[in-house]
């Protein structure tokens, strides 16, 4: 009598071909473990020369997204592949990626760098509704918070005559020129005489960063008005 092992090997008892019994036992087995995955549902995108891997379960996630529609076999949408088959998209890969999760679990989730109405770019782009509508309201809700979140922070700069269009031209990160005062002369080069100023600069910034800010901050003010009267 013919038999199938555990291996899925083949064992002939009679010296005859394989039975049906066997042959449904065989049938059997591999209805038990199917073969894991189906490769045209997994599905590669070059965005901006990065690619990603994704399934059709998770691009379908919202039936009238570019993405969508992309994959569909009889879809409207044209787009060129590369050498490995996967779809060319022309847009920036930092700002896909939290699209894609999006698809995947439906959160919202930013990497340091990456800000909101960059994401929200993206979901327009790919017209993924629900992510749009959550960027939308995330990017209101930071614009309304109250003014009290923020404060200016003023700071005092001393420098030469000879080093002030150095100093105004290389501010940055924020830093905004406010005033500039001319506290008089205390150093000879030569013949010649260089005047001392003090220049104050500004900066907007959360309440949480300016616990240190607020002695430099007062004396600022008070050289501001001292200024504004000489």
Known sequence: MATVNLNGQYRDGGGGG?????SATAAAASSQYPIQGKKD???????GGTCFLTTKTTLSRDPNSFLSRLIQEDSDLISDRDETGAYLIDRDP???APVLNYLRHGKL????GLSEEGVLEEAEFYNVTHLIGLLKDSIARREQRPAADKK????????QENELTQMVSTMSDGWRFEQLINIGTS???GAEENAEFLCVVSKECAN??????????????VLQQK???M
């Open 94 to 96: 930092r700002y896909f």
């Open 41 to 47: 549902q997994w599905i590669k995108l070059n965005v």
């Open 152 to 159: 200016r922070v003023y700071r005092v700069l001393q420098c």
């Open 109 to 112: 989730v930013l990497d340091d």
């Open 187 to 189: 150093y000879n080069y």
């Open 227 to 229: 200024g504004s009267r």
């Open 18 to 22: 394989p039975s049906s019994s066997s």
């Open 208 to 221: 949480t960063l300016i616990g240190r800010e607020n002695e430099s901050n007062d004396r600022a003010k």
